[in-house]
């Protein structure tokens, strides 16, 4: 008797300390979507593998949706649809575009990894493709 009321302890321990883990994770997770999706984001540096390409963004302004999904706008051109989605656990968000994307849009797909979170307002993010490193920072409006 006694060994089985050890046995559902430790049981309902394992079981919420897993519970714990996941439920910070959600937390992570969660803070990620409230940063991306609290305003309208601009490119305010793009690095493409050692040249700096910034003045192509200028005018675009980025919307992170909580669904999952993202616009990008400029005046006097078609708004850009895409997805994205973050992950708290590797410090890296993923999009892509779901309508054609005009330069330099097309440079923004892909995985993006925080290299500074300068604030909830503006962040520093790279990426190797195919060995070049590209870089950019993301402003919020």
Known sequence: ??????SVILLVLFISTISCKKK???IKEQAVVDAMTD???????????????????????IKYL?????????????VVNGIWSGDASTFSFTSSFTTAAPA????????????????TNKGSYARNVGGLIDSMDLTKK
Do not use: D, H, Q, Y
């Not at 305003?39 to 302004?61: A, C, L």
């Not at 330099?104 to 604030?119: N, Q």
């Open 1 to 6: 008797m006694k060994t089985s009321v050890i």
């Open 24 to 26: 910070i994770e959600e």
């Open 39 to 61: 305003g309208t984001w601009t490119v305010t540096r793009f690095i493409e593998n050692n040249t700096n390409i910034t003045s192509g963004f200028v005018g675009w302004e």
């Open 66 to 78: 909580s669904n999952n999904t993202l616009t990008v706008t400029k005046v006097g051109n078609p």
């Open 104 to 119: 330099p849009l097309e440079k923004l797909p892909g995985t993006w990894l925080v290299t500074r979170a300068v604030s």
